[in-house]
């Protein structure tokens, strides 16, 4: 993978268009390249509409993610 920066990942577990196993490699294969910042949730209930019918979750896990993330670039 090369340098590896951050990454955040949102799955649903119930997801029946991308299937959730593809979201659990990629943290592994990031966290194995030694991303240095690697965020990863899992929401189950939502299928592939994860941030509409889960966003009070969503939301400030990805303002947080960016806060902090972008913190580090300065």
Do not use: W
């Not at 910042?37 to 889960?54: E, N, P, S």
């Not at 009070?56 to 947080?64: D, S």
Request: net charge neutral; proline share 3%; aromatic share 6%.
């Amino acid at each position: 993978l090369g340098l590896v920066g951050s990454e955040m990942c949102i799955r649903d577990s119930a997801d029946t268009t991308v299937p959730v196993a593809q979201g659990d490699a990629l943290a592994q294969a990031l966290n194995k390249a030694s991303a240095k910042d690697v965020t990863y949730m899992k929401i189950a209930g939502a299928d592939h509409g994860v941030f509409l019918k889960h966003g009070e979750k969503t939301r400030p896990a990805m303002k947080e993610f960016f806060d902090r993330v972008l913190r580090l670039a300065e």
